[in-house]
């Protein structure tokens, strides 16, 4: 005869480590498109020098006058999960 309580610690430890597998993987998520110094630290990497505004919006990160050490100001738009530039729009003036 089959134990019921062996089942039930089995189906239980499964569970367990199925919940473990998916909380780490999801937690980085919310936390990258809400950090502002991560694209700053991005935008430093890609060889702006100073920007007027990071914001959220539509699943993008939108940079508003970065400048370059050129002086080369553009507009940006910025993937949330692998932080790829999206869009480059330079402004003119």
């Known amino acids: ?13 499964v ?3 199925g919940l473990a597998t998916a909380v780490p993987a999801s937690a980085g998520r919310d ?4 950090d502002p ?20 919006s539509h699943g993008y990160w939108q940079v508003d006058n970065a400048k370059r050490a050129n002086g080369h100001v553009y507009d940006l738009e910025i993937e949330s999960g692998s932080f790829d ?4 729009r330079r402004e003119r003036g």
């Open 37 to 56: 110094a991560v694209v700053a630290e991005r935008l430093q990497h890609m060889g702006f020098v100073e920007w007027r505004n990071i914001r959220w």
């Open 15 to 17: 569970a367990l480590l």
């Open 85 to 88: 530039l999206v869009r480059l």
């Open 31 to 34: 936390d990258a498109h809400e």
């Open 1 to 13: 005869m089959i134990d019921v309580s062996r089942i039930l610690r089995l189906a239980s430890a």
